[in-house]
């Protein structure tokens, strides 16, 4: 099945770590992704992985996978006020059905100063 | 680099009416995706062009369509236009098949 799912809301005081967390159903995922949008804006791409991958690093953020449980998260370190938006993972589904994603319903992530 | 555009960024409609919406890749890629986004349904996946051709379509009734130039450059229709068609609608370029898609910011249709 097609399904992804994220908690909706995290809350985190500025320079601490944040980590959202995603778990996806379809195992025929080659990459997954993390996009972030800002209120009015469109989707930024921050991150992704290669399904065949455990980690990858990149400045601020970690991704980790875990694809025996499928289970996806972003660590933000020293997370910022700037850092406040709605996190989206993604999965894609394959050559069979390109183009698609099929996307979480979003992680609000609130920063306090 | 010039990213995705998306033109017009607001559009308010009457139900019944119908609206193109027009989006233009990143120069290079060939890839167009479009996705609708609500409060209640999330982003969910529209349609897919690769030259021209519509490889992949989702769960859409027929009053959504789009079509695809050789510049790459995509267009959406809706026709006869509902309420529930008010969303954020996205288009999304890419290289090709796999390839990580980059998203324009959108243009936000109200359905009055």
């Known amino acids: 099945g097609e399904d992804v799912e994220q908690s909706l809301f995290l809350s985190v005081r500025e320079g601490d770590s944040s980590v959202i967390n995603c778990t996806y159903t379809?195992?025929?995922?080659?990459?997954l992704y993390w996009y972030k949008q800002e209120p009015g804006a469109g989707l930024q791409l921050l991150t992704y992985?290669?399904?065949?991958?455990d980690m990858k690093q990149d400045q601020r953020l970690t991704v980790l996978l875990n694809k025996k449980d499928k289970h996806l998260s972003l660590r933000i370190a020293d997370t910022q006020t700037g850092d406040s938006a709605i996190y989206f993972c993604?999965?894609?589904?394959?050559?069979?059905?390109?183009?698609?994603?099929?996307f979480g319903q979003g992680t609000t992530l609130q920063v306090k100063p | 680099k010039a990213g995705v555009t998306q033109t017009p960024r607001y559009l308010i409609k009457t139900r019944g009416q119908q609206v193109t919406l027009s989006c233009s890749p990143i120069?290079?890629?060939?890839?167009v995706s479009w996705y609708q986004q609500t409060p209640g349904q999330g982003l969910q996946f529209l349609f897919e062009?690769?030259?021209?051709?519509?490889?992949n379509k989702g769960n859409f009734p027929g009053r959504f369509s789009g079509r695809q130039f050789s510049n790459s450059r995509s267009e959406m229709n809706v026709s006869t236009l509902e309420l529930g068609d008010s969303a954020l609608y996205l288009c999304?370029?890419?290289?090709?098949?796999?390839?990580?898609?980059?998203f324009g910011p959108g243009t936000r249709l109200t359905v009055l």
């Open positions: 999304a370029s890419s290289w090709g098949e796999e390839d990580t898609q980059y």
């Open positions: 379809d195992s025929s995922s080659t990459y």
């Open positions: 992985i290669f399904s065949n991958m």
């Open positions: 993604a999965e894609s589904m394959g050559p069979s059905n390109t183009g698609k994603l099929i």
């Open positions: 120069s290079g890629h060939r890839s």
């Open positions: 062009y690769f030259s021209e051709t519509q490889r």
